[in-house]
């Protein structure tokens, strides 16, 4: 009877500490949903979540894990709404945390039989496979990056500024000397990052707030048309040079209709037109960014899908019974295989479409400017828009590059970094 008493009290001890760690690693999305977010607290609870769990067990680990995803990821099957299986949306939220609580549970396994078999100590373990934790990818999906913590701190967020935390914090704790904390001053980096949500002079980032029942009801495709010619005339009424409208902004394959196509080549010619829409390629779904230009129409075709959303991730036999239970048997869009850059008005732009901007896949190569065109409609209101625009700040942290966004149901900017 004690010794279960003595069980459940450590149960739930690891339980509250696991949470407290969570909340610590999630503090930095939810004060910039919050726009609340100052670096030195941003640095100061970032350090202190990754200080508690150097130091925590592997029962802390799983329900670090846990927390961890449910507040970092919880957004996502908020999408199951529109699917028509909204019954689904807790059983998605505890499938991903019991997903990340089992990857943490095993980085403190490992380090725990490690130390135990050689004269490595735990803490260097764990410290190693955190720094290695942003290239696991459950389903392709990679949107937790440890180092997003200090996205908005006075850290850097390359892999040597963590692992320069990382040591610091180890030795602090193994020799149990302040002195250690000395180091974190070598991975000092402001964020240098401008987001400029005003109107820019010669560019018109295009928000909408069309919900996803409205986006795909037929009857309103022509208002939603319309909505968009206005959006066109207008800017050329301003002089603007570039409109950039959000993904599928036009809810049809854009291709098949053959009046839109030729009214935006003809405009062309007053201003460059980045829009985006469904593309049908021999009966195969693309999503894609139309790009029209002086007279002339370039298409290019999203490179990474979503997992479940738009590709499903598992073998094929499995993901036909998938489709068949979940989307009434729809086919998976198909992606390109290489990632697409287009010029316009002599710069060169990488094509992004929503999710796959905040892939490093994208950054091949470092481009210098990109287009991102996302649909947020599918998880809003949350915290993803939010979450979105951090790692689109971190990706233009660690490449320099110049993101151009546009976004439905949710504010559009630029990104850029203050040389």
Not at 223 to 250: G, W
Not at 337 to 348: A, E
Request: hydrophobic residues 45%; glycine residues 4%; positive net charge.
């Amino acid at each position: 009877m004690e010794k279960n008493l003595i069980d459940g009290y450590s149960t739930t001890l690891s339980l509250i500490r696991g949470f407290l760690i969570a909340l610590l690693a999630s503090s930095f999305l939810y004060l910039a949903w919050l726009d609340l977010s100052y670096p030195l607290i941003d640095s100061i609870f970032a350090i202190g979540a990754f200080y508690l769990l150097l130091k925590a067990q592997k029962r802390v680990w799983f329900f670090s894990g846990f927390f961890i995803a449910i507040f970092w990821f919880w957004w996502i099957s908020m999408s199951f709404r529109y699917y028509g299986f909204p019954w689904a949306i807790p059983i998605g939220i505890f499938s991903l945390a019991l997903l990340y609580a089992v990857l943490f549970w095993i980085i403190a396994f490992l380090a725990q039989k490690i130390q135990e078999k050689t004269p490595i100590n735990a803490l260097w373990i764990k410290a190693i496979l955190l720094l290695s934790f942003s290239y696991l990818h459950p389903f392709g999906f990679d949107w937790f990056k440890p180092e997003l913590l200090f996205v908005q701190s006075f850290i850097g967020i390359e892999k040597w500024h963590f692992a320069i935390v990382l040591i610091a914090l180890v030795l602090f704790i193994h020799q149990k000397k302040i002195l250690y904390l000395v180091l974190l001053l070598f991975a000092y980096q402001p964020s240098s990052t401008i987001i400029d949500t005003k109107a820019l002079p010669t560019t018109t980032l295009v928000t909408t707030y069309i919900s996803i029942n409205d986006k795909w009801n037929p009857a309103l495709l022509s208002s939603q048309i319309a909505l968009v010619k206005e959006k066109l005339q207008q800017s050329i009424k301003e002089k603007k040079k570039l409109i950039i409208f959000p993904e599928s902004v036009l809810p049809i394959y854009l291709n098949k209709d053959q009046e839109l196509i030729d009214f935006f080549t003809q405009k062309s010619h007053l201003i460059s037109i980045v829009i985006g829409a469904l593309y049908n390629d021999s009966g195969i779904p693309r999503n894609s960014s139309y790009i029209f230009d002086k007279g002339t129409l370039e298409i290019a075709n999203k490179v990474i899908l979503v997992p479940f959303g738009e590709n499903n991730p598992l073998p094929d036999w499995l993901g036909k019974i998938v489709n068949a239970i979940f989307y009434d048997g729809a086919i998976d869009y198909q992606a390109s295989s290489t990632v697409s850059d287009y010029i316009i008005d002599n710069k060169t732009y990488r094509n992004a479409i929503c999710y796959e901007a905040c892939s490093e896949k994208l950054y091949s190569n470092t481009p210098k400017e990109m287009i991102v065109m996302s649909n947020n409609g599918w998880f809003t209101p949350s915290i993803q828009p939010t979450q979105q625009r951090l790692l689109l700040q971190y990706y233009s942290r660690k490449y320099k590059t110049k993101i151009y966004h546009s976004s439905n149901m949710s504010q559009s900017y630029l990104i850029y970094q203050n040389e």
